[in-house]
């Protein structure tokens, strides 16, 4: 196992941000390895990153997991139904009936795990190539077996190429809601026509030579500037408030006994995350430059009792380049569809970064959630126990684990290390940091 050295840094592999990845409409072959590859793992140390906070060896190919409970009521589950909704382009489900309660300690407040017929207005969704299907499938499990088998929510495809018929067959079969496939336009999937793509094309080169992870990627770059400002516009996406972001071969490690986007509406939530770190600095130099601009010439967008803190520690003279880990993400489509946000990434779309440098959708939206959503409405879920390599998240109260029937490792946690940007915001929203949490430090 290699550890990265406080003068290495961190070196997150980026593909940790969004890593299915539809080949890109320029003629060069794919350039991102497929999940689950061994070459995601030698890619871990190969660039410096950002010093750590702690100045402790960082354990870079490890599985490290999320965080702690935190002190909020739990969500009322949702109210039983007794049929399932119908599949899309696949035979229709049979109904599901109710699941035992998940726990029988009668000093659990856990609500038991049965379906639901209160829904609220919500998708899955992922971005996809057809040669991602069986690490989507894996995905898919996951969450069918540990939450959606007994609420049947949507499930939208996007890929830049049409969906082929195995392709649908197989996760029509797997998917308990409807599910939908929709092939992103080419205005949606290229460069725009103000990048200058010789200056684009030799900084590719320069980051190849630099060895940065994805540094001479074009299908990646296609790739975050389309999750951070096109996925909410798909016209299949329309039809939806919520959205909950899946990626090929993840895992959910423990049930998930209550809807979360039932939780995220009566809470007022607009945006949550379940692992939080340091982007990879050299990705990034002028983000925060182009984030300023938008303050400055939005300041009316900026709203009071924000997430600034969290961001920056001059008060936004700096960035200190903390994000929430976006393969994961639940969140509102309204908020992202608002003229606030819109404007916001205008700007940096403008700027030119997603092509100039390799600006990931990680720090977009999570710079986005920090200055226009007051930091009240982002949500932290401890108990959606989550991996994506190399980390995960794993609840750290024992009773939770075993009331919740998980099967992860507490000792991988991440939310405590080094690297971590869960603490920041156990700290700006007060909130009392879990009993063991030391244990699991640095």
């Known amino acids: 196992m290699q550890l990265l050295t406080r003068s290495q840094g961190l070196m997150i592999l980026y593909f940790i941000s969004s890593s299915s990845i539809p080949t890109g409409t320029s003629s060069e072959p794919l350039d991102v390895p497929l999940e689950g590859t061994q070459e995601k793992e030698t890619l871990l140390a190969k660039s410096p990153g950002p010093e750590s906070p702690s100045g402790k060896p960082i354990v870079a190919a490890s599985t490290p997991i999320l965080s702690a409970p935190l002190t909020i009521s739990t969500p009322d589950a949702a109210p039983a139904s007794s049929q399932a909704s119908p599949l899309v382009s696949g035979p229709v489900s049979a109904p599901v009936s109710a699941a035992a309660p998940i726990s029988s300690n009668p000093s659990s407040t856990i609500p038991p795990l049965v379906p639901a017929n209160g829904k609220v207005n919500a998708t899955f969704v992922t971005l996809a190539r057809n040669t991602d299907l069986w690490e989507i499938v894996k995905s898919i499990r996951h969450v069918e077996d540990r939450f959606n ?19 649908k067959k197989v996760t029509t079969a797997l998917v308990s809601g409807k599910t939908h496939y929709g092939e992103i336009p080419q205005e949606h999937w290229s460069f725009p026509e103000w990048i200058d793509q010789d200056k684009a094309r030799k900084v590719r080169e320069d980051m190849h030579e630099r060895k940065i992870i994805y540094g001479d990627s074009t299908s990646y770059r296609h790739m975050c500037r389309f999750e951070s400002g096109f996925f909410f516009r798909q ?10 972001r899946v990626e090929p071969s993840i895992e959910l490690y423990c049930d998930i006994a209550y809807d979360p986007f039932k939780y995220m509406q009566d809470h007022g939530k607009k945006y949550s995350f379940v692992i939080s770190l340091y982007e990879y600095v050299e990705t990034i130099p002028t983000l925060w430059d182009s984030a300023k601009k938008f303050m400055k010439k939005h300041p ?11 961001l920056s520690d001059d008060k936004g003279v700096t960035y200190n380049h903390c994000h929430f880990w976006s393969n994961f993400e639940i969140g509102n489509l309204n908020w992202l569809r608002s003229p606030a946000y819109l404007d916001y990434f205008d700007t940096l779309d403008k700027d030119g970064g997603f092509f100039y440098e390799r600006w990931g959708d990680a720090p977009v939206h999570s710079i986005a959630a920090a200055l226009l959503l007051k930091k009240e409405e982002i949500h932290f879920f401890d108990d959606i126990a989550y991996y994506h390599v190399p980390f995960t998240h794993c609840p750290t109260g024992e009773q939770r684990r075993l009331d919740l029937k998980c099967s992860c490792n507490p000792s991988e946690n991440f939310d405590w290390k080094g690297y971590s940007c869960t603490t920041r915001f156990f700290d700006l929203l007060k909130l009392p940091k879990p009993e063991g949490y030391e244990l699991q430090q640095d």
Do not use: C, T
Not at 150 to 158: C, G, M, S
Not at 235 to 244: C, I
């Open 300 to 310: 009316g967008h900026i709203v009071e009792g924000n997430a600034m803190d969290w």
């Open 149 to 167: 088998r007994n609420y049947h929510y949507d499930w939208v495809f996007l890929n830049d190429k049409p969906f082929d018929s195995e392709f």
């Open 235 to 244: 016209p299949l996406m329309n039809q939806y408030e919520w959205y909950w």
